[in-house]
């Protein structure tokens, strides 16, 4: 009888414990193509691009418009980005097609008579602005690889800014909080000044003529035609220095990715002047030796390992990177192994490592959290990620209603002074001083990931200096923990970027348990600050070499594929 009982419990047991166990979180999948994007609107034109016999090329430059015309806050032509790609036959490379400073710019232009930044000069309105290299980026691409006619690239945002697009209420929200500000930047009301309620639609017809003139006269139009001549008389009506001398001297940069192995990964990632793909890979390195999946995901020594990685990775960041084509970077140095078990022999599992005892840099730089990303991979194996900002949200907060879209911003990303925070809180180096035409400093890390030499991951997010560091997580979470794209992706983040002395968690994610246990080991952990941590959009080659789409949860993020 009391082996029945125990039959009886032992089949109860098991029983409910299969109730409990819950199925796995699946993104879309897909098994010819996959676009993932902040908009819905941006991967349906992309996806179509696909259907149409378009290769991932043609996507990246037409979802560069689409997110323009859906996604303004971050979406842009007045703005710009970097591109990481790999074509079906391995071959990879990278667009910089990030801003630059205008000729007239110079070191201390942000700066009164006693040598103090004058505030908001660098961040709202006409002086901020950068010279713009969206546009120039994605007919780069297009020139380069593209297969499609030019105008079934363009056509697609210009029939979308005339339609108009649906406000969803997380733009409802973002459109309300910056309103005082486009107030303060703009000398008139512009079309985000009146009150937009979720459900609404906002057309664009003035971005849609710009995108009628570009279509009709290529990228000209927008650098030397009357694109060009309207928008410097704007900006320069409103107090800033870009000229048209600017806008026809701006080029784009061909580069060679930052790519490292992890395990049997191989990392693709943006180069300088970006920091995200040796950040990544100082990171990466970093960790490898240790055992995270035997120690398991977010647990107290996965946290600290990956936290005291990146504690050392970002002391080293912004004191010695740049633009390259101004400042000479040791990047094979700072990558190298050697170099990186040196910076970790002071980790030690029994307490934390203060960032006051962590060299190098008394400086940090870092651009803002309102960036947008969108991957891309086609029917042909070919790969896309891109990463685009204005930097803050809408920018500069300066709207052309001439011309129908919001200037960026990016002048912030440079150093003002160094030594003294930018309007993210943050210090700036020597080595990103401003300095015309050169490019200012990003956290950007539009990445791709081969495994066994096959296409393995596509994925990027925005998230300022958290960028860097989602990206990171994303790819453990995968490799090592064993999660679908889908619940890598929504999984909990953390960050650290060695000062502030802190771990940033999002909130309520975390167990009370597990930060006491960290605080106890020295950590001080910040769940205020940071209510998102990146917005990760990624795809996945499945082993079947099905796709499957990882679209965050955090945004209005939308996979689509076929």
Known sequence: MKRLRYAILLFTICFSCKKTVEPRKTGLITKNAMVVSARAEASKIGSDILKKGGNAFDAMAAMQLGLAVAYPYAGNIGGGGFMVYRKSNGEIGALDYREKAPLTATRDMYLDEKGDVIPEKSTLGAMAVGVPGSVAGLFAVHEKFGSLPIEDIIKPSIDLAYKGVIITKKQETKIKRYQPLFLKANKDS???????????????????????????????????????????????????????????????????????????????????????????????????????????????????????????????????????????????????????????????????????????????????????????????????????????????????????????????????????????????????????????????????????????????????????????????????????????VNAPRFHHQWLPDEIRMEPNSFNDTLIFQLEKLGYSINEKDSPVIGKVDGILVLDDELLEGGADYRGDDTAIGF
């Open 190 to 488: 512009i079309l985000f000044s009146k009150v937009w309620k979720a459900g609404d639609t906002i057309k664009y017809h003035a971005l849609a003529k710009t995108l009628e003139r570009i279509l009709q006269h290529g990228k000209d139009e927008f650098y030397k035609g009357e694109t060009a001549k309207r928008l410097v008389k704007f900006i320069q009506e409103n107090g800033g220095i870009l000229t048209e001398e600017d806008l026809a001297k701006y080029n784009v940069k061909w580069r060679q990715p930052t790519t490292f192995m992890y395990d049997d990964l191989k990392i693709i990632s943006m180069p300088p002047p970006s920091s995200g793909g040796i950040c990544l890979a100082q990171i990466m390195t970093m960790i490898e030796p240790y055992d995270l999946d035997k120690f398991g995901h977010n647990s107290v020594k996965s946290i600290q390992v990956i936290t005291e990685a990146e504690r050392r990775a970002y002391a080293d960041r912004s004191f010695y990177l740049g633009d390259p084509d101004f400042v000479n970077i040791p990047g094979d140095t700072l990558i190298s192994k050697s170099y990186l078990n040196d910076r970790m022999h002071t980790f030690s599992f029994e307490k934390a490592t203060l960032s006051g005892h962590v060299s190098h840099g008394d400086v940090q730089v870092i651009e803002s959290d309102e960036t947008t990303h969108y991957s891309i991979v086609d029917p042909f194996g070919n790969a896309v990620s891109v990463t685009t900002t204005i930097n803050g949200a809408y920018g500069s907060k300066l709207y052309c209603s001439d011309l129908g879209f919001f200037l960026n911003n990016e002048m912030d990303d440079f150093s003002s002074k160094p030594g003294v925070p930018n309007m993210f809180g943050l210090i700036g180096a020597v080595a990103n001083s401003i300095v015309p035409e050169k490019r200012m400093l990003s956290s950007m890390t539009p990445t791709i990931v081969e495994k066994n030499n096959k296409l393995f991951m596509s994925l990027g997010t925005p998230g300022g200096s958290t960028i860097i560091t989602s990206v990171l997580q994303t790819i453990l979470n995968v490799h090592e923990y064993n999660m679908t794209m889908q619940e890598a």
